[in-house]
């Protein structure tokens, strides 16, 4: 009688590692979701080109760290102190940022700005 080898049963391969890839791959998106909303924070702002140009006497807010500045005199009540260079609501106020300005406080002014009725916003560097 012959005796051959006989051909060994071919294993199946282990899931396990698909399936830690798998929950890793679930956990990654539910945190990218997590942190790519805006948590209800919008600003309008209009892109360049699309409206007239400027006109009327210069209105250059600049944010400061610690405050703000109209023109480059330091002001404390900035809508106050624009009323009288605005002739309406929809008049351009340009606003640059100074070096070191935080982003949180850029978008506090501009918030400020909005809330008092002021349309139209440009923020320059």
Do not use: K
Request: proline fraction near 10%; aromatic fraction near 4%.
């Amino acid at each position: 009688m012959l005796n051959l080898p006989t051909s060994p049963r071919r294993r199946r391969p282990s899931l396990t590692p698909m399936i830690d890839v798998v929950f890793l791959l679930l956990v990654f998106f539910m945190l990218v979701a997590r942190f790519g909303g805006t948590d209800g924070i919008s600003l309008l702002l209009s892109a360049p080109g699309e409206e007239t140009p400027y006109s009327g006497p210069p209105r250059l807010v600049s944010v400061l760290p610690d405050g703000l500045a109209l023109n480059g005199q330091t002001v404390s009540d900035l809508p106050a102190a624009l009323a009288p260079l605005m002739t309406t609501q929809d008049d351009l106020i340009v606003i640059r940022p100074v070096p070191g300005t935080g982003v949180a406080r850029l978008v506090e002014v501009l918030n400020t700005l909005r809330e008092a009725g002021f349309a139209r916003l440009a923020v320059v560097e």
